[in-house]
């Protein structure tokens, strides 16, 4: 045991050592920068980070199967719904005899009405695709209500 205390004893006076010269030559050889090079920073490279969510993925479906191909499913509804609106786009850009480029289509504003009509088909579009959903939703909703109707009527005897 007594070895081993020397052992670490030995590592803390080594590293005080290493400190107090690495920070004794920096201070010293610190060269002055141009005002110039002073006021631009250096260009970082930009780094994209893929955003991924943490923790277990919530399952609603008793098969998770089944949860997986609802997200595939939307995936695909999302990218469907996203090419409607650039044909959209570009029908309208000839409704106005614009030619439609890259820059035209980017910059393409919408109005009011057309957002409106935008709006309004992205639900219906959704609402179609997710009405077998909706159905068995309706369904369970209508059984808990008659079953909290059901337990009521047994609580008020």
Known sequence: MAMKKAKKAAPKTATKKTTKAKAAPARKAAPKKSAAKAAAPAA???????RTAKGRRP???????????????????????????????H????EKKKFPTS???ES??????VEQWR????????????????????QLTMQSDKDYDK???EVSK
């Open 151 to 153: 337990i009521v009527e």
């Open 108 to 113: 393409y504003k919408p109005t009011e009405a």
């Open 119 to 138: 709006v309004q088909w992205r639900a219906d579009y959704i609402a179609r695709i997710l009405r077998i959903v909706q159905v068995e939703l309706d």
């Open 91 to 94: 029908e309208r850009l000839a």
């Open 59 to 89: 399952y609603f479906f008793d098969d998770p199967n089944i949860d997986k191909l609802l997200a595939m499913i939307m995936a695909l509804t999302g990218e469907v719904s996203v090419i409607r609106e650039r044909l959209d786009t």
């Open 103 to 105: 820059d035209n289509i």
């Open 44 to 50: 970082a490279p930009q780094i994209k980070r893929i």
